[in-house]
Nanobody, 124 residues
């Protein structure tokens, strides 16, 4: 499988960005899909996941501000980020795994497929 992220960039605090992840090699509708991020000098953090059943899970730090969605026809995953904060800065990775249980926890070890990431910088 191949995951390619785009949509990162710079934004002011309070602003918005939309990330996309175009997938090839497998059908996202049957996978657990999600987004992780890593800030400089910090461990990566699970941001959100969406299961093949449509159930979603968010990190507490982004609840109410970020929305994960997918377009099965385009085989593309999205992350809508609103009311951005400086602490949202980091490299954002699209992740996937065929195991449905991967979506039970925001744990990096659950995901076998990772994109190369897209950089998000939020200035306050």
């Amino acid at each position: 499988g191949h995951l390619v992220e785009s949509g990162g960039g710079s934004a002011q605090a309070g602003g918005s960005l939309r990330l996309s992840c175009v997938v090839s090699g497998f059908t996202i509708s049957t996978y657990c899909m999600g987004w992780f991020r890593q800030a400089p000098g910090k461990d990566d953090e699970g941001v959100t996941v969406v299961g093949s059943d449509g159930r979603v899970k968010y990190a507490d730090s982004v609840k109410g501000r970020f929305t994960i969605s997918k377009d099965n026809a385009r085989n593309t995953l999205y992350l809508e980020m609103n009311n951005l904060k400086a602490e949202d800065s980091g490299r954002y990775y699209c992740v996937a795994d065929p195991w449905a249980g991967a979506c039970l926890l925001l744990h990096r070890g659950n995901f076998g497929l990772w994109g190369k990431g897209t950089q998000v910088t939020v200035s306050s």
